[in-house]
C-alpha cells in the first residue's frame, strides 16, 4: 500500500512563499512521474504541475514563473515551492501519482 502525506500549508500574504512537502510510504517514487493539484472551496480539483521521474516539471499556465516543482528520490518526497503567492493560489494541495490513493491535502490560504 502507498500513502501519500502533504505538509507545509499555512496562512501567507500575497507575495509570500511556502514550500510544499509530499511524503510517499510503502513504495518508492523513483520511478514514477508525480503531479500537483488544488482544490479551491466550490471548484473542482485541477492540475497545477507535474514532475517525471528525471525530473523535468510542467506547470499550468496559472502558476507558470512562480512555482516550481522538485523531488527528491532518496527522500521518496515531491516538493511544491510556490513564490509570489496570490488570494487565487487558495486552496487545499494535494499529489498525486494515478496508481495512488488521494492524500488528505494540506491547505494553503493567501489572505491580507
Known amino acids: 500500500q502507498v500513502q501519500l502525506v502533504e505538509s507545509g500549508g499555512g496562512l501567507v500574504q500575497p507575495g509570500g512563499s511556502l514550500r510544499l512537502s509530499c511524503v510517499a510510504s510503502?513504495?518508492?517514487?523513483?520511478?514514477?512521474?508525480m503531479n500537483w493539484y488544488r482544490q479551491a472551496p466550490g471548484k473542482e480539483r485541477e492540475l497545477v504541475g507535474s514532475i517525471t521521474r528525471g525530473g523535468t516539471a510542467t506547470y499550468a499556465d496559472s502558476v507558470k514563473g512562480r512555482f516550481t516543482i522538485s523531488r527528491d528520490n532518496a527522500k521518496n518526497t515531491v516538493y511544491l515551492q510556490m513564490n509570489s503567492l496570490k488570494p487565487e493560489d487558495t486552496a487545499v494541495y494535494y499529489c498525486?501519482?494515478?496508481?495512488?490513493?488521494w492524500g488528505q491535502g494540506t491547505q494553503v490560504t493567501v489572505s491580507s
Open positions: 498525486n501519482n494515478p496508481m495512488w490513493n
Open positions: 510503502g513504495r518508492s517514487i523513483i520511478y514514477y512521474s
